[in-house]
């Protein structure tokens, strides 16, 4: 019988912990199949960060390191300046990334680390129940803005594309979607591309993947999926920010 | 022994480090250690290595962690208030299990404080200056060329127990200038790293290079099992030096630069009939406890002299254990002992104990 279907080979044969309607588990299947298509799991370290992810070795097959909070950059920074032929990723959130580890990245950027980062922006944080992130929407209701998110009281969402694209460094970024199956192939094809820039020694590149926490925005999974295309795309519009004419 | 070099402090670190193998520099500037970045930043490209100026003290402990996730040997080098920025990395590297070294060229706090010489963050480097139970090994020089020896020997030391390793000096040591000899080669030791994450090479299992465990029971064990590590650790690597301790009533205890003034304390005292001898401990995690149970048959009392309110007193006052009186004399904020202050001190010891 002819196999159609089954799981990348750089993801371990377990079940995650995530929860239901999460797509965690789309976002690090994107990322074992890019490691898989382009045969380089081998060489691949990556670097969980801390939050719903904290744990993403437990699922992923390469060599993995765990970072402090927000930190992730700079410890890939050390893996592949130590290790230049090694292909180095961070897999991230949007706390982790954008408020405490806001110095660490766009630094890492700027450097044109050729590093290759992940960046899961659920508006939310989730491991620690649902806490304003730096990417929460204005109006949106989250534990720490019971309210909604003031512009005058909480500030204004960070659109970390549009700000990293800003500098010389990162070779290729781009913003997708894990919301439909049509916008997951996007999505997929931008995680991988992300990795060539990487292995073609480009420099810096991340794909920002527009993602779900069902749990802490209190919707169901399909609400949830429905949140990201109609709501979440208006305020994080999709496409290439850096790097569209990219041949890899 | 070889080549002879007049060098400053911080240069002989630099230097050290290179010739120890660590090609791998991350770090951030401040006074009054940045010669050691600028050194690595002229010799390393050369040799080829990598030198990077991070964009923080948080950032650059963290490539330290990532590079020596690998199993490469790494430096970063700061000063006190960096230093304290780095806490998180340290407490990180501890409970991962990475080696790495890192420099301490303390100056005067709390705060910004001042960049003159202290010795004030002895609580931070020896007791666990971050989160967790954990620790380092201290290593605390006195010379410019015990800098160079104790920097090679900080990279043996980390590999060997994949353990944080601080070189801790004071401005002092890091500005002043002395001849280095030089070895012809290097006593280097490099155990294998099977526990490095540098990719499996679809060869070997996964190495995961982490610091949480959920599970109570098995976080306990983690820290047990390290602990087991850090007893190894106070029984193999203690290190002191003794000077003029055969039949010395009185016994300075001091380490680095402090330690330095003692010596010549040490002489003047003998000229007024006072018989004094010195603990310098090399080693400040692990403490040095035997050195003062050494000496315990013939000494009268201690003096622990810092540069600091009193922090190795701590150290010096348990391994004492109430068998004899301590004293204490310290100057803080980049001030430094002076030889008669000192003196003035151990004459009212022996006023007092006759
Ligand atoms: S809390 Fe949110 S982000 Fe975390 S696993 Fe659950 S759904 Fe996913």
Redesign the pocket.
Known sequence: MAIIFQKPKALKDTSM????????GIAHRLVAEALDELEIEGRTIGIASV???YNSYDYFGCDMIQAPHGRAPAVATGVKRSKPDSIVFTYQ?DGDLAAIGTGEIVHAAARGEKITVIF?N?T?Y??T??QMAPTTLLNQYSTTTPYGRIADLHGYPIKVCELLATLDGPAYIERASLADVKQIKNAKKAVKKAFQVQMAGLGFSMVELL???????GLNPLE?MNRVKDELVLHYPLGVFKGESLEV | MGQKLLMKGNEAIAEAAIRAGCLHYFGYPITPQTEIAHYMAKKLPKVGGVFLQAESEVAAINMVYGAGSTGTRVMTSSSSPGISLKQEGLSYLAGSEVPAVVVNIVRGGPGLGGIQPAQSDYFQATKGGGHGDYKQIVLAPSSVQELYELTVEAFNLADRYRIVVMVMGDGILGQMMEVVEFRDKEPIERPDAPWATTGHGCERSQNVITSIHLSPAVLEKMNLSRLEKYKQIEEKECRYELFNDEDAEFFIVAYGTVARIAKSVIETARQEGLNVGLIRPVTLWPFPRKAIDKVMGTAKAFLTVEMSAGQMLEDVMLSVCGRKPVYFHGRMGGMVPAKEDILQKLREMKEQLG
């Open positions: 912990h995530y929860c239901p309607g999460c797509t965690h939050g719903c992810s959130g899961i659920n939310i989730g491991m129940s649902g993602s779900t926490c069902p749990t802490n925005w949830s």
